[in-house]
């Protein structure tokens, strides 16, 4: 498989200066100095930049990065792509700038959500990670930046494309119970992170249900909620421990809309891992504010 990691997101927003406040405040993101009063760039770790949010009314997902390690992974995506039916367009000289990276094509999955595979990221190893907020550091490396959970309207074309064109591997299912009936939740791996994406079976306008950043410690976690909760964020759920991966974690509402996952102690998995079931997302905690 060539697609090493989900490497970058990009995201639209109406009201940027909320969202820099929260990333910064909040989160503990490192803002990356910029020209440009449309975009706002983050960093997590050495690479120059990890999530983007743009000026826009979507309020949504617009763009994810998956990264390979070279010129000749590329190229074979591409043909393993357009052998699966789907179009894809290089990406121009100024696109390639904006990315930092040294050559990326892109596409579409199935509900619209464009997919950008590209090598040649741009690291910054000479100017240090340093977290406004103290955090002592996020877990990314082969890993990538973390995961998205998309919402889709037919889970199995979805899982298709993301098999048979990206190469990506089912990692477990959960059938989550939901007042409207049962959700099913595809997990899918590319990496030793137990997920980079996952689907969940419903229709909605929105196209992702919550993106995932995973700190180095237990504390770093912790520390996250309590300055959440000061800063008057709306919490989506509470500290708790998901049942699959057994990441510990909160949920908390971005400024536009979608929600972030902040975890901590993931376990990893490796090419003996056998696909399981669960019947419930958590083993403990994530109450949402109602239920508490």
């Not at 050559?103 to 595979?117: A, S, T, V, Y």
Request: charged share 25%.
């Amino acid at each position: 498989m060539c697609i090493r990691a989900l490497s970058y997101i990009g995201l639209e927003a109406e009201d940027l200066d909320a969202w820099q406040s929260f990333a910064t405040d909040v989160l503990g993101l490192m803002k990356v100095p910029s020209d440009d009063a449309g975009t706002i760039r983050f960093r997590l770790d050495s690479r120059a930049w990890r999530i983007a949010v743009d000026k826009g009314d979507s309020n949504d997902l617009t763009y994810i990065g998956f990264e390979v390690a070279g010129r000749e992974e590329l190229d074979a995506m591409r043909k393993r792509i357009e052998a699966c039916g789907v179009t894809t367009n290089p990406g121009s000289m100024e696109l390639r700038r904006q990315r930092g990276v040294l050559d990326l094509f892109h596409f579409e999955d199935p509900i619209g959500l464009r997919i950008e595979l590209f090598y040649g990221a741009t690291e910054v190893f000479e100017q240090p990670f340093c977290s406004p907020a103290g955090v002592s550091g996020f877990m990314t490396a082969e890993q990538g930046l973390g995961h998205v959970v998309l919402l889709v309207p037919d889970v199995a074309k979805s899982l298709d494309f993301y098999e048979r064109a990206l190469g990506l591997r089912l990692t477990d299912v959960i059938d989550m119970t939901t007042p409207g009936g049962i959700v099913e939740l595809l997990f899918m791996n590319c990496n030793p992170r137990h997920h980079t994406i996952a689907l969940a079976g419903m229709a909605s306008p929105r196209k992702l249900d919550h993106f995932m950043i995973q700190v180095a410690s237990i504390d770093d976690m912790g520390l996250a909620y309590d300055r959440a909760l000061k800063a008057g964020t709306r919490i989506r759920a509470s500290i708790g421990r998901h049942s699959n991966d057994h990441m510990v974690s909160f949920y908390a509402f971005t400024p536009s809309g979608a929600a972030v996952e902040y975890g901590w102690g993931a376990r990893e998995i490796d090419h003996n891992w056998n696909v399981v079931r669960y019947d419930t997302t958590s083993v403990w905690g994530h109450h949402s504010p109602i239920e508490t």
